[in-house]
Structure formats: C-alpha cells, structure tokens
C-alpha cells in the first residue's frame, strides 16, 4: 500500500529563519512526487514536481530535493507571506491515482 | 483562463437531503477528480474520472456518485446526505491533451459542506 507521511505536522519560525518539511513515502514505482501549497479556504497550487532521485527544483525561497525514500522541501528566509500548509503528493507508476500526505501547515513570524 | 471552477461555494443540507456539486475546468484536461478534505485526514479521493466517459472509484465512495457529463464538466452527487459528509470538497483535474506523465493537478477553490 502506499503511503506517504509529513513531518513535522506543524512549525513555526521567526522571518529569516530557514527550515525543511520532510515527506517519506513508499509507493510502488515512484512516477512523480509533487508539492504543493495551500492558503486557508483555498484549493492546492502547484508548487514543483520531482521524478528521479537526487532532482533538485527551486522558486523563490524553497527548494524541493527528492530521494529514494523522502523529499524535503527546504525554506530560505522565510517571510509571513510563506504561512501555508504544504502538502507532498506521489503518483505510482501506472496510475492516474495520487496518494496525499496530510501536509505541514508553516506559521512564520514576522 | 478561469482554471477549475466550483459551484456552489458554501451549502447548508439537513440529513436527508440531495445535491450536486458542480466542477468544469477550461484547461482541455482528460482526467478530473473529485476529493475530501477532513482535519487531520489530508485529501482522500472520492471519485476520479481518466478520460470523458470513464468513471472509478476512489479511497472514500460510498454515498456519491458522479457523472463526467463531457470533457470540461465533472459532478459530484450525494443522493441523502449524512453529518458524515460534512467536509470541504476539492475537484481537480489534470494531463492536458498530448503530454505524457503530466499528472500535475490543477485544483478548484473549493465547496464547504454542512450538513445537519
């Protein structure tokens, strides 16, 4: 069964200072795992997607890296407007079905 | 582009009672989807559709039902809502026409749910 865990559930940080958001997971086939962020009383937005480990993707202040086994979504200075909830998604190979994790909902402090 | 969009935004059922959650995207999208977000649960899918004509079931179908009425139109019905059923809904869709493992999904803003 695939599964997919996010730690920790929730952190909160002072402006500047930088973190990472963990998401493991075992999935049959990795075809993609995906980032995404999402604001209170929204839907998810796309942040990056990742396929083979050792990838590496950036926009603004995070990163996302990915291995065999975890990604990490590391944060650089963060600012308040980086407050969101980030959830890691994997698709297997061969399906169109995601599997979630219940995501990391990031407070930052000015 | 609107994107993914829902109607309604906010319902109030009481046990019992039927509707249907509407989702069209404009993105020439194949597959769509139709998901759960509960506190402390993440998203659960309820119901995804692979391409216009196709239906199957997700994590969490029991007491929906959809119809994928064309290519840009994915409903969500519940035929007699229970409390249980209170939740925020997502639809989402994704894979545009031609591009292989583009299974980034595109989400809507969302219909909150309450049902008494």
């Known amino acids: 069964e695939d599964q997919v865990t996010q730690s920790p559930e929730a952190l909160r940080l002072q402006e500047g200072e930088s973190s990472s958001l963990n998401c493991s997971y075992t999935?049959?086939?990795?075809?993609?795992l995906f980032w995404y962020r999402q604001d209170p009383g929204k839907g998810p937005e796309f942040l990056f997607t990742?396929?083979?480990a050792g990838e590496e993707k950036e926009k603004e202040r995070l990163k996302a890296t990915l291995t065999k086994k975890e990604s990490f979504l590391h944060i650089t200075a963060p600012k308040p407007e980086d407050s969101a909830t980030y959830l890691c998604a994997v698709h297997p190979g061969g399906s169109y079905i995601p599997t979630f994790g219940r995501g990391t909902s990031l407070i930052v402090h000015p | 582009n609107a994107g993914v969009t829902q109607t309604p935004k906010f319902q109030v059922l009481k046990t019992g009672q039927s509707m249907t959650l509407q989702c069209a995207q404009d993105?020439?999208?194949?597959?769509m989807y139709w998901y759960r977000q509960d506190p402390g649960m993440g998203l659960r899918l309820i119901y995804y559709?692979?391409?216009?004509?196709?239906?199957d079931k997700g994590e969490v179908p029991n007491g929906y039902n959809v119809s994928r009425l064309n290519k840009r139109e994915f409903s969500l019905r519940l035929e007699s809502a229970a409390p249980s059923q209170t939740s925020v809904y997502f639809c989402?869709?994704?894979?545009?026409?031609?591009?292989?493992?583009?299974?980034?999904?595109?989400f809507g803003p969302g219909t909150r749910l309450l049902v008494l």
């Open positions: 993105m020439n999208h194949n597959s």
């Open positions: 559709s692979a391409s216009e004509g196709t239906t």
């Open positions: 990742l396929y083979s």
């Open positions: 989402a869709s994704s894979a545009p026409e031609g591009l292989e493992y583009q299974e980034t999904q595109y």
């Open positions: 999935v049959s086939g990795l075809r993609g």
